[in-house]
């Protein structure tokens, strides 16, 4: 499953995303001055994921699984109160439609598998199906179910909090933007005459200074605050001793606004990325954590975004309708009205 999200493979999958990202934008933008730039994004990211990962191309499928993610979702950090009426017990009853949608679904990929019609490596779906465990047996539906929902939360919620903020930055900050556009803008001049309308994986190597503006708004406002990881033995940090086998919540802040690892961090400057004047120091900078447990879909979130930036810039131009709209976390960190922005399509 993880070679499937390696660059090898996702260099495969650029044409696809592309196309999918630029007519995902033109339905959302149709016949439309304003849009909600927090739920478009979301709607994008879930599409690419369901599309190009686990090769679901139905819309309608889809678009009810889109609603039904979004109600477990929240369900995910409300009060456990299974009751009915409660965002909780909302959660479970979407939860509980999304297998009743996918069973369907693994049965006949397995039924393809077995026929010779599906490779094991198609999508991540195939990957699972293909597994076996320490007694060579398939590992169950309920696992691969879990594996599912985990994937798709990971792929499509913190991809999109990061489009969103590129968006918002992008929106607020003239220099950064002007920068950004001047790159995109530039791939496409470079293209050969008669060349296909379709990103390249040489394209998205291009995109360099869109990628500093990403990472640094990553350090800043990281889309996952931290993570917990377990003491494997006893320990001791600044002062406390930590026995072992407790719970240790790592948080990002910490060491992405330290001044010793990155000058001056509050102010906003894409180019620390660039040539640092010293290394970062591992595990100082984690927005996909670190070690054994870096984000295995950190390449195809890259992908993900820079595409997606190339074509909101090439194709539209647009600006907040609150230009004083803040950060909130949700628990993810979202503008707090959605990023309503007025959007019209680019003269070129």
């Not at 996952?224 to 006893?234: C, E, H, I, N, T």
Request: charged fraction near 25%.
């Amino acid at each position: 499953m993880v070679s499937f999200l390696k660059p090898e493979s996702l260099q495969n999958y650029i044409k696809q995303m592309d196309e999918l990202t630029k007519i995902m934008l033109l339905r959302e933008t149709e016949n439309k001055d304003t849009i909600k730039a927090v739920v478009t994004m979301k709607k994008l990211t879930f599409n690419i994921a369901s599309s190009i990962l686990f090769g679901i191309k139905d819309e309608h499928t889809r678009e009810v699984l889109f609603d039904d993610f979004s109600l477990a979702f929240k369900a995910g950090w409300s009060v456990p109160i299974n009751f009915p009426g409660t965002v909780y017990w909302r959660g479970l009853r979407a939860r509980s439609r999304i297998v009743s949608r996918i069973l369907p679904i693994l049965k006949e990929r397995r039924e393809e598998i077995l026929q010779g019609k599906l490779s094991p490596t198609s999508n991540v779906f195939s990957c699972l199906l293909a597994l076996r465990d320490e007694n060579e047996q398939p590992i169950s539906d309920d696992l691969i179910l879990d594996n599912y929902v985990t994937l798709m939360i990971a792929s499509h919620d913190t991809s999109a909090t990061l489009m969103s903020l590129m968006i918002w930055k992008l929106s607020t900050d003239s220099e950064i933007y002007k920068k950004v556009l001047d790159e995109q803008m530039d791939i496409l001049r470079k293209r050969e005459e008669g060349a296909e309308d379709r990103l390249t994986w040489a394209e998205i190597q291009k995109m360099k200074y869109t990628w500093r503006v990403a990472q640094e708004l990553m350090r800043i406002i990281p889309p996952v605050f931290g993570s917990f990881r377990k003491a494997l033995k006893d320990t001791e940090y600044g002062g406390y001793d930590i026995p072992k086998g407790w719970q240790v919540y790592c948080v990002s802040h910490g060491t992405h606004m330290n001044k010793e690892i990155f000058e001056k961090p509050t102010e906003f400057d894409p180019s620390r990325f660039e040539n640092p004047s010293k290394p970062i120091p591992p595990y100082a900078y984690i927005p996909f954590g670190g070690g054994l447990h870096t984000c295995i879909g950190n390449e195809f979130a890259r992908v993900e975004v820079l595409t997606t930036i190339h074509n909101l810039v090439t194709m539209f131009e647009w600006s907040q309708v609150f230009p004083d709209e803040i950060i909130t976390r949700q628990p993810m960190p979202y503008p707090s009205m959605g990023l309503p922005i007025k959007i019209r399509p680019r003269k070129l």
